[in-house]
């Protein structure tokens, strides 16, 4: 079976993080996917000094007061909890470590933990310099993800180097995915 698929694509410049905090959402990226996005029960993982009023933070480190303290690589929510998951993880393991005394986590569970919590019909996000397609480690409820946006993000300010806004959406199977994502199918 082939297949090609549809999904959003662009370039989104934007400022630079201005709260002081390391590794801060760039300025404007938050305004720009609640345009397109957002959940009324939205998760936000690795947070850090990151607040949502409506939704939910989670981080690792207690100091940066998150709602819960919690490893991203076993989150303590229910299946299908959350109707937006966003994850802004440490890029690597030298930055996991440099900027936050951390080690790097799995991607593989993170990504696998963040499809688990989030509701069918809903939206994961993720910013990071990798573009995950597929994974054998993969568990059941990442391979009923489907990529709606792959965005390139860079900020204007100095150097900046680019990542990727990588959105899925959770569908409940193979013919619901083909007619959201209106893919075309050759027998």
């Known amino acids: 079976m082939n297949y090609k698929p549809k999904y959003y694509k662009d370039v989104w ?20 996917i609640r345009k397109r996005w ?26 940066v007061h998150p709602d819960v303290v919690a490893d991203a ?12 998951v966003m994850a802004d993880p440490p890029y690597s393991k030298e930055e996991g470590q440099k900027l936050y005394g951390l080690p790097y986590p799995s ?3 993170v990504l ?23 994974h054998p480690y993969f568990n059941e409820h990442m391979h009923r993800m489907h990529i709606e946006a792959i965005i ?12 990727a806004l990588t959105v899925w959406r959770k569908m409940e199977n193979l013919e619901v995915f083909i007619k959201v994502s209106g893919v075309e199918v050759d027998g």
């Open 107 to 109: 991607m593989v569970k």
């Open 73 to 84: 690589q076993n989150l303590p929510f229910e299946d299908e909890s959350f109707d937006f």
């Open 13 to 32: 410049v934007l400022g630079p993080n201005i709260t002081g905090y390391p590794g801060g959402f760039p300025r404007g990226l938050v305004e720009k």
């Open 38 to 63: 957002w959940g009324k029960k939205r998760l936000w993982l690795f947070s850090g000094s990151f607040k949502d009023p409506g939704g939910t933070t989670v981080d690792i480190n207690p100091d």
């Open 112 to 134: 696998n933990e963040m499809a688990r919590v989030t509701k069918t019909g809903g939206y994961m996000l993720l910013l990071h310099r990798i573009v995950p397609l597929q």
């Open 152 to 163: 390139g993000i860079c900020v204007t300010a100095s150097m900046s180097n680019m990542r």
